[in-house]
């Protein structure tokens, strides 16, 4: 049966959001999932993978042995309501000894959120859960995490994307500073700073400052002239966000951020509502 482009079910189905997050082992694959909990409001404070006394254990991290290991061992579904839309968000193990689980997993999304450490790139099980999204025809955003910590350089990161899963990235937002001098990103969109505030372990939302270029400019130096270059370098190779070739599985949205101090979180939320 067709269903009517203006009919109720059309217009709900419209509304719903149903992606999974894939990685390879402890990139960060379930503390994004449960910044995504806690930035939608659906948690009061964000859990750790590795709960420490005081600290509730992730959300989806529910079976006792997830807790004690500090691993996704089963794959979780996780629904709640974010800008008026129905997210179904799939957390599925990274650890290839439950990949079979992965794999069944990917047949039931739409989109998918691609989670990279910037110290090592692509890994061996993010290439293979890749080639999953490909047969499948699945849109992906790429999200470069841990960029607090120590890292490679994002020209690097972009190149090995393209190279090894054959997507051309197109970074929505771009780093001030290098991996473990993070200063914050530009949203390439609008030009604006966004600084980077740590927040206490990341239980709690991140203040989010937006700063005008030209204070961005007098407040960080050679670190704001540097992201400047590589913006300007984007734009020169047409790197930039096209709606069109995402959905075709062209191209690949890229955001910077740190799922542990919950920077680029909501940036990344809103880019699955507005792209997938």
Not at 153 to 165: A, G, N, R, S, Y
Request: hydrophobic content about 40%.
């Amino acid at each position: 049966m067709v269903v009517p482009p203006n009919s109720d079910v059309a217009s709900e189905a419209a509304r719903r959001r149903t992606f999974a997050i894939i990685s390879h082992p402890d990139a960060g694959k379930t503390t994004l999932t449960e910044k995504f909990l806690l930035y939608a409001g659906a948690v009061q404070e964000a859990g750790a993978v590795r709960a420490r006394a005081g600290r509730r254990a992730a959300t989806s991290d529910w079976m006792e042995l997830e807790k004690q290991r500090g691993i996704s061992i089963s794959s979780t579904v996780l629904q709640f309501p974010y800008r008026g839309h129905t997210f179904n968000l799939l957390d599925t193990p990274g650890h290839r000894d439950f990949s079979e689980d992965t794999y069944r997993v990917l047949a039931a999304v739409d989109s998918v959120v691609m989670v990279l450490d910037t110290a090592k790139g692509i890994e061996a099980q993010t290439l293979k859960l890749f080639q999953v999204c490909r047969s499948r025809n699945l849109p992906v955003i790429t999200f470069f995490n841990k960029y607090d910590r120590p890292g490679r350089d994002p020209l690097e990161l972009l190149d090995e994307v393209e190279e090894q899963i054959g997507l051309k990235p197109t970074p929505v937002t771009w780093p001030v500073g290098i991996p473990g001098d993070f200063r914050g990103v530009i949203d390439r969109r609008t030009g604006d700073f966004i600084r980077f505030v740590r927040t206490a372990h990341g239980a709690e939302l991140s203040p989010e400052e937006i700063v005008n270029p030209d204070e961005a400019a007098s407040t960080e130096g050679t670190a704001w002239s540097a992201a400047l270059d590589g913006c300007s370098l984007l734009d020169a190779i047409g790197a930039n966000l096209d709606v069109e070739t995402f959905l075709a599985g062209i191209t690949t949205p890229v955001f910077v951020g740190s799922a542990l101090t919950n920077f680029g979180i909501r940036m990344l939320l809103d880019a699955v509502v507005d792209l997938a």
